[in-house]
């Protein structure tokens, strides 16, 4: 089975910090996802990447960035934390095979004070 | 762009009873498309997937979903839900690897679902 590893499930922040999340698979797959979700909106792609250091913008990039240097990390970083992105947090990934689909990890609750 | 409408946001069943969570989707093709299921806390697990084929896909903990071109519909059922299906449930449209879409998927706003015993 897939395991997709989120490293906190749940983070207290103040505005202003600059905040890692981290996201570790074991499944050698290329492609990883950041998703926020929020009640009522389900999820939105925030950045995923294809491969290692390649990214790309998701639907709602502003006010994050994101690093790949491994395979199997990929970190979505809150440059500077804003009250309005207290979310939780998913990570997933797939195979980049046509057909593969993605594995989540248990999220990580974000509050930002 | 490709979208996914769950119209009903909750839904309460007695335990025993059918269920069916509508999904309505909007794609230029033949989509993939998902059902997810997420606990408390928790991730999402894949419930089913449809590719191709057989437009009565199967999945885990005996849930099916009927995949309808003609009304752009991928409807989850099952005939007799438990007390332990209580959860929120995501369909979400993929679109099909190849040039930039990279598996890309778009997520409806979730069917929470509420189990009377």
């Known amino acids: 089975d897939v395991k997709v590893t989120q490293s906190s499930r749940y983070l207290v922040k103040r505005t202003g910090e600059k905040v890692f999340l981290e996201c570790v698979q074991d499944m050698d797959h290329e492609n990883m996802f950041w998703y926020r979700q929020d009640p009522g909106l389900g999820l939105r792609l925030i950045y995923f990447s294809y491969d290692v250091k390649m990214k790309e913008k998701g639907d709602i990039p502003e006010g994050y960035s994101v690093s790949r240097e491994k395979k199997e990390r990929f970190s979505l970083i809150l440059e500077s934390a804003s009250t309005n992105q207290t979310s939780m947090y998913l990570c997933?990934?797939?195979?980049?095979?046509?057909?593969?689909?993605?594995?989540f990890g248990d999220g990580t609750r974000l509050s930002i004070l | 762009a490709q979208s996914v409408t769950q119209p009903d946001i909750h839904i309460t069943v007695s335990e025993g009873a059918s269920l069916e969570l509508r999904c309505n989707y909007s794609?230029?093709?033949?989509?993939?498309l998902f059902w997810y299921v997420q606990s408390p806390g928790q991730g999402l697990q894949l419930l089913l997937k449809y590719f191709s084929g057989d437009t009565l896909v199967q999945g885990i903990k005996g849930f099916e979903a009927e995949f309808k071109r003609s009304q752009s519909s991928f409807n989850l059922r099952k005939p007799s839900v438990h007390w332990s299906d209580a959860a929120e449930y995501f369909c979400?449209?993929?679109?099909?690897?190849?040039?930039?879409?990279?598996?890309?998927?778009?997520f409806g706003q979730g069917t929470i679902l509420t189990v009377h015993p």
């Open positions: 979400a449209v993929g679109a099909r690897a190849g040039g930039t879409s990279y598996g890309k998927l778009t």
């Open positions: 997933a990934s797939r195979h980049p095979t046509g057909r593969g689909p993605q594995h």
């Open positions: 794609y230029g093709a033949t989509p993939y």
